[in-house]
């Protein structure tokens, strides 16, 4: 790799690692903020869920302006709006003003993930993809890794701090964007991605479901993207009412929210390295998902019971680690029954899981302003009936079992 092809690198990681830290020190910031302003647990299952809305609709639009008008534009504009949406966030005295912040960053910010990993696919060897692709997810691992750490710590003594570095990260990353990172679309590029825009079809969505013929419920894929939604809607129970609980129950503050936060990010990454790769191999996909549903059913269970910071890290642990394999090898195995177009099997997959991702949150917030132990309960118990439609439904191939055809319609 080229010295200017590392320096292209060194940014465009630079600014993941400032998008996901900015994600990461705001989320244990979150419910203490709700708290200050009057609100509850309704409010913050809307809060996180209008990015993740807005993040699914506007991510494939920004992918298809950024072939129009290049890539470095497009990556300016997410970082412009992802600063400015910090700042707001800290500069916030109504709620209103959370939800119009976390609004725009779901639009603008969306920008920059697919941009980038456009930008690496454009402008590296095919031979080097790969180190480019793994630097960048190296730097998004670190973000999420630091992230609630260093937000529960930087707002200790004031909850608006965090956002205002953040804000001032997302400038010192579009000064580099600006300065140094050269366009990598060719002018002629730009031309033929003209009259093209992606958006997201539900049509899409609802045709990889059905089977191809009237013998079969769904299509060989279609029972694991619906499993793939449940298991986001549950896994979300836990994470967007986490610091809600924390306070609630146990009176913890913004720094041991971090804290315990930051342990979730490590076991999450290091298990993916580690742990998921040996385990498929070793027992198959479908024994993965069946075993991880199974102790992710145990492990809010296991969450409620815990009532003490080591119980509680112990209890979190285990229950991220159950929810780390899960995800990989769901994917894994719809890449197995998808013998035609990967990319449009994986899109499917994202597209699912952001689903639920945006229910998630909503149900969540208001089951805990019911009872502050009806998020985990009701994740348990979605956990447990993945669990059994696995068993009747998810088993092992022995080869790929099915092509996905080229979709007819923008993902």
Same mark, same amino acid.
């Given at each position: 790799?080229?010295?200017?092809?590392?320096?292209?690198?060194?940014?465009?990681?630079?600014?993941?690692?400032?998008?996901?830290?900015?994600?990461?020190?705001?989320?244990?910031?979150? $419910? @203490? #903020? %709700?708290?200050?302003?009057?609100?509850?647990? =309704?409010? *913050?299952?809307? +809060?996180?869920?209008?990015?993740?809305? !807005?993040?699914?609709?506007?991510?494939?639009?920004?992918?298809?302006?950024?072939?129009?008008?290049?890539?470095?534009?497009?990556?300016?504009?997410?970082?412009?709006?992802?600063?400015?949406?910090?700042?707001?966030?800290?500069?916030?005295?109504?709620?209103?003003?959370?939800?119009?912040?976390?609004?725009?960053?779901?639009?603008?910010?969306?920008?920059?993930?697919?941009?980038?990993?456009?930008?690496?696919?454009?402008?590296?060897?095919?031979?080097?993809?790969?180190?480019?692709?793994?630097?960048?997810?190296?730097?998004?691992?670190?973000?999420?890794?630091?992230?609630?750490?260093?937000?529960?710590?930087?707002?200790?003594?004031?909850?608006?701090? $965090? @956002? #205002? %570095?953040?804000?001032?990260?997302?400038?010192? =990353?579009? *000064?580099?964007? +600006?300065?140094?990172?050269?366009?990598? !679309?060719?002018?002629?590029?730009?031309?033929?991605?003209?009259?093209?825009?992606?958006?997201?079809?539900?049509?899409?969505?609802?045709?990889?479901?059905?089977?191809?013929?009237?013998?079969?419920?769904?299509?060989?894929?279609?029972?694991?993207?619906?499993?793939?939604?449940?298991?986001?809607?549950?896994?979300?129970?836990?994470?967007?009412?986490?610091?809600?609980?924390?306070?609630?129950?146990?009176?913890?503050?913004?720094?041991?929210?971090?804290?315990?936060?930051?342990?979730?990010?490590?076991?999450?990454?290091?298990?993916?390295?580690?742990?998921?790769?040996?385990?498929?191999?070793?027992?198959?996909?479908?024994?993965?998902?069946?075993?991880?549903?199974?102790?992710?059913?145990?492990?809010?269970?296991?969450?409620?019971?815990?009532?003490?910071?080591?119980?509680?890290?112990?209890?979190?642990?285990?229950?991220?680690?159950?929810?780390?394999?899960?995800?990989?090898?769901?994917?894994?195995?719809?890449?197995?029954?998808?013998?035609?177009?990967?990319?449009?099997?994986?899109?499917?997959?994202?597209?699912?899981?952001?689903?639920?991702?945006?229910?998630?949150?909503?149900?969540?917030?208001?089951?805990?302003?019911?009872?502050?132990?009806?998020?985990?309960?009701?994740?348990?118990?979605?956990?447990?009936?993945?669990?059994?439609?696995?068993?009747?439904?998810?088993?092992?191939?022995?080869?790929?079992?099915?092509?996905?055809?080229?979709?007819?319609?923008?993902?």
């Amino acid at each position: 790799m080229g010295a200017g092809s590392r320096k292209n690198i060194l940014i465009l990681s630079f600014t993941l690692v400032v998008v996901m830290l900015g994600f990461g020190l705001v989320i244990p910031i979150f $419910p @203490f #903020f %709700i708290e200050e302003l009057g609100a509850g647990g =309704s409010e *913050l299952g809307l +809060l996180v869920a209008i990015s993740a809305l !807005l993040e699914f609709v506007f991510a494939p639009l920004w992918g298809s302006v950024s072939d129009r008008i290049g890539r470095k534009p497009v990556l300016m504009i997410g970082m412009v709006g992802y600063g400015l949406s910090s700042l707001l966030m800290g500069l916030a005295t109504q709620l209103w003003m959370l939800f119009a912040s976390r609004a725009l960053s779901g639009i603008l910010s969306s920008a920059t993930l697919t941009t980038a990993l456009a930008y690496v696919g454009d402008s590296t060897p095919e031979k080097e993809r790969g180190g480019g692709m793994g630097a960048l997810g190296a730097a998004m691992a670190l973000g999420v890794i630091l992230g609630p750490g260093l937000g529960g710590w930087l707002a200790g003594d004031s909850l608006s701090t $965090p @956002f #205002f %570095i953040a804000a001032g990260m997302s400038l010192v =990353s579009l *000064l580099l964007i +600006l300065l140094l990172l050269p366009e990598s !679309l060719p002018a002629e590029a730009h031309r033929q991605g003209k009259g093209k825009v992606n958006v997201v079809n539900l049509r899409a969505l609802w045709q990889a479901l059905r089977p191809r013929s009237g013998q079969a419920l769904f299509s060989p894929i279609g029972v694991l993207l619906l499993m793939v939604a449940l298991f986001s809607f549950a896994l979300t129970n836990f994470e967007a009412v986490f610091g809600l609980y924390a306070l609630e129950k146990f009176g913890y503050g913004p720094e041991r929210v971090g804290t315990i936060l930051m342990v979730v990010a490590v076991v999450s990454t290091v298990g993916k390295a580690v742990l998921t790769g040996p385990a498929t191999k070793r027992w198959g996909e479908a024994a993965v998902i069946k075993a991880s549903a199974l102790a992710g059913s145990v492990g809010f269970l296991v969450l409620l019971a815990a009532n003490t910071y080591i119980t509680i890290l112990l209890a979190t642990g285990f229950f991220i680690l159950s929810k780390t394999l899960l995800r990989p090898a769901a994917f894994a195995l719809i890449s197995r029954r998808s013998a035609g177009s990967q990319g449009a099997a994986m899109g499917l997959s994202n597209s699912f899981m952001s689903l639920g991702r945006i229910a998630g949150p909503v149900w969540a917030g208001f089951v805990f302003d019911v009872n502050v132990n009806y998020p985990y309960l009701s994740g348990a118990a979605i956990m447990f009936v993945g669990f059994l439609v696995s068993l009747i439904w998810v088993s092992q191939p022995k080869i790929s079992t099915c092509a996905i055809k080229t979709w007819p319609y923008e993902l």
